[in-house]
């Protein structure tokens, strides 16, 4: 069965890699998990072509889920869906901490949920308390 | 005011000599309220475009600046990758199938730029960002037909105008009031951009 | 000026140092950073060791600030603050998105503030609205 | 029941030799609600546990498990490592300065044990961890005095009442409902901790 796919946006390639590697860890069936770390040269920063790249390399029906570190990496974002229009409608930006939703949206997506609950739930992870009183 | 292809590739080669000659400049503003790249991107993604659109030859001057956009789309890794490119994107737009801009029609272009800047970065008019000179540029544009000499001067005015700014958007913006008393970078790299097109306006006119 | 100093804990090496190349991109004058990511033989999980290895290398005056990724990262927090307890006072955990906390709390420290503020910074990148509408 | 130093020391090696057995069950109790290397953290901590003690002789109860505790806690990178390294560290304070324990003295290492793991992990009674064993076998022990035998037993049937419950704390809680249908790896390793203890008390005994 389809499951919807991640892709982590970082102006770093190590963070990105490395929260592909802490979330693949948890091995959830058939979602994949793609990093879009840092700049072509290896530089920090984000690349259009890189999340375009990332994208197409897990693209299935349920759609795919990109996350982002900080706001220039939202623009790139959002460039990367301009040039992939024949992907409306099955790709979307969660406004969600970068690390805590990409956990949390492996985890949804491996139940498999739709895209849209997927959203949600990256975004929940904004509530979560990570320490209890 | 009219520009021929030949001086809008003449404007592309010229910002990239400014954004190298000022490169220190621009990433020493982007240090103090930013993470002090801006002057490696503006130098990086400007030799690019120059090495594209060089030797190449354009007659149509909306196909010229999709290339000069594109480059810089995808050779920027910051902020100013996005929002200059979908600048430069939205003004070839406009100036698709044209061999020559006349006032009307390279305003057309420069305000189809400041829509994209508005719309990739969502900031207004006063945030600190480099819409702070593009904005005023477009207006008088608008008002008064385009003419190269003002824009640069009113892009310098309004790059100094920056400084007593809060920046609300970008990396700066994190800062709070700690970003005021800088000039804005992409504000500088925008006054070097209007600069050079004053530049060749006047060189190719002569 | 001594100013508040940031560890950042997660189960993965390059998650942690890619944040801290991150965020060390701001050059924020005299605040220092330091990873603890991974254990000690390079696997995927946390070290008490490491994080008290850490804190011990950028301890000053002002304090020190603890972020993590998920949760057994947060009991190995606790544990090295209880192993360091001549810094009691001067060391605490913030309850923040990782990425986004580390990124603010650097920019807050560089201005100076004490721990408590810059915990509180960091915090607050809960309530970020990361996209607009 | 009462413990000697020696089978205290055969009880640290034996939960090693339980955590190699059942790595792979340990492993992929794990895979299915959370990451899959509770066996690896186990059987990694406990060979370096029973490296540790092996060879060295220790008067003090104490002091050998405070020797248990700090190498879990410096050699598990999982949740697993606090929290059974802050269990035996409490244990170990409860128990020092002793070469025998008694039922009593035994019990209250595991109530101390007991409070450690709430104090670490904030769980509670039926959040599907560890505790799920502990606290009722810390309660039987209580009540009924400390009995190896009836701890092992107490321990494999409430392990298996895991199965049925939702993970409220821990990784699997991410999971929410479908936490359910698996036992928790926890639980299972909480489990082979009280049978080896059964079994070196047999063997020690008899
Ligand atoms: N949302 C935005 N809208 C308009 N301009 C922006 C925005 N964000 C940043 N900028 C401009 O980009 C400049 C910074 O560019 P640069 O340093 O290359 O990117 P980054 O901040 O990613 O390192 C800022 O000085 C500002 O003028
Ligand atoms: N907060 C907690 N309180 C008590 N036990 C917990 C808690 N979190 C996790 N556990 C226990 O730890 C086990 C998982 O250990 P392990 O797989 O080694 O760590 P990790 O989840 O970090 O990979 C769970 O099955 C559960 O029994
Ligand atoms: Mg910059
Ligand atoms: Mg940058
Ligand atoms: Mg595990
Ligand atoms: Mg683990």
Do not use: C
């Not at chain 1, 390639?13 to 091995?27: C, H, P």
């Not at chain 2, 801006?38 to 475009?49: C, D, K, L, S, T």
Request: charged share 30%.
């Amino acid at each position: 069965m389809a499951k919807v796919s991640i892709i982590v946006i970082s102006h770093s390639k190590e963070l990105a890699d490395g929260i592909v590697d802490l979330v693949s860890q948890t091995k959830q069936e058939d979602v994949a998990i793609a990093a879009a770390g840092g700049t072509e040269d290896g530089e920090i920063g984000t690349s259009v072509d890189r999340i375009t790249g990332a994208v197409e390399s897990v693209t299935t029906e349920e759609g795919v889920l990109l996350l982002f570190d900080i706001g220039s990496a939202l623009m790139n974002a959002e460039m990367a869906l301009e040039m992939l229009p024949e992907l409306e409608g099955r790709i979307t930006i969660a406004d969600a901490p970068l690390v805590e939703g990409a956990y949390i949206a492996a985890v949804e997506a491996g139940m498999g949920k739709t895209l849209e609950e997927v959203k949600k739930a990256a975004e929940s992870a904004k509530e979560w308390k990570k320490i209890e009183d | 005011m009219e520009l021929s292809a030949a001086v809008m590739k003449q404007w592309a080669l010229r910002i990239n000599a400014k954004m190298q000659e000022h490169k220190d400049k621009l990433s020493e503003l982007d240090q103090a309220i930013g993470d002090g790249d801006h002057g490696h991107n503006m130098a990086r993604g400007f030799q690019e475009v120059a090495n594209k659109v060089e030797d190449a030859s354009y007659d149509d001057i909306g196909a010229m600046y999709k290339d000069v956009a594109s480059t810089l789309i995808s050779k920027v890794g910051g902020a100013s990758g996005p929002l200059y490119g979908t600048a430069f994107l939205k003004a070839a737009n406009a100036w698709k199938g044209r061999d020559v801009l006349d006032s009307a029609v390279f305003t057309e272009g420069i305000e189809a730029a400041v829509g994209g800047i508005e719309t990739r970065g969502k900031a207004s008019l006063g945030d600190k960002t480099m819409l702070d000179v593009w904005i005023p540029v477009r207006d008088e544009m608008k008002e008064h037909g385009a003419d190269a000499e003002k824009a640069a001067k009113t892009a310098e005015k309004e790059a100094e105008a920056t400084i007593d700014r809060v920046a609300k958007k970008g990396r700066a913006s994190y800062l709070g009031e700690r970003s005021k008393g800088h000039m804005d970078p992409g504000a500088f790299s925008s006054q070097l951009v209007f600069e050079a097109l004053a530049e060749v306006y006047k060189e190719g006119a002569s």
